[in-house]
């Protein structure tokens, strides 16, 4: 019992000391606080149809797509935005960022499309940035995805962003189509943060704050406990062994006196009327009246 008892602490501060040694990461979902797209014909730097100054924020999504040469020579390109509040983060250790956007619609030429996003550096609002204000885009992308369908939530990994930019306060993304085919078009149309579910958002995982109780201290507290309990246990084991003996132990058995053949015959005599048994001491027979002439002495 008591090697039982003994194991059961050995693992109890074993685990203390493990949970204390190693605690859980800890994640947080930021979503996107702007977001919009910009578009522009990159054949045409005259911009006939003015689309290098339209806006394009406000809207429930985000479209990144691409018209090459499908109308004479226009190459008409779109890149999506998207901006997060890092605050939150303080100072706290980054472990993993990751961007996801949710695919409402994809018309692709080939099964799968890669689309890129990268890092965009520079000041822009929802509401005015256009193409002609679009922030610098860092090149190369900082991660890629496989698109495939729609309905589908897309992931990116970029830590390395989140990293270097949580002491700004904030981080901004670009994204786009890599592939742009001859006489072809395509899109991939994600939900924006107006799109009032699914929208834009940063996944943050940090290593874990600071306790206010130290872990040493912690393990000290379990250990204790499972010392208690095993003290406790070496007591309750004795009280069953003490109960056991006693409940075990000879009872006493009383001495009761044994009568002899011989003792028997000298209590009682036969009545000489009746023939009957009758106590050796009696004058009178007490079964059939008669008087007995006198005890019998063997």
Sequence with gaps: MAVRFLLVVLLLASSAFSIAA????DSVVLNATEDSYV????????????????????????????????QAQEQIV???????????LGDREIRSAHLQLFAQRADLLQPVRLVDVSLAEGAWSQNDVTFKTLPTISNPPLASAAIYGANVWYSWDVTPAVVRKAK?????????????ETKGEEQVVFASSEAGRNSPRLLVTMAPAASAIPPWAIAVGIAAAALIAFAIGILLGRRRRSKSVAASAPQAVPMTRTVTVEEQEQDVVECPTCRRQIPAEAEICPRCGARV???SIR
């Design 22 to 25: 190693t605690p859980p990461d």
């Design 39 to 70: 578009v522009a014909d990159v054949a045409a730097p005259d911009d006939p149809q003015a689309l290098r100054d339209k806006n394009f924020g406000g809207l429930d999504f985000l479209k990144i797509w691409y018209a090459n040469q499908v």
């Design 78 to 88: 779109s890149v999506g935005l998207v901006k997060f509040d890092l605050g939150s």
């Design 168 to 180: 700004d306060g904030n981080v901004s993304y670009a994204i786009g189509l890599r592939t742009l």
């Design 293 to 295: 002439a006198e005890p």
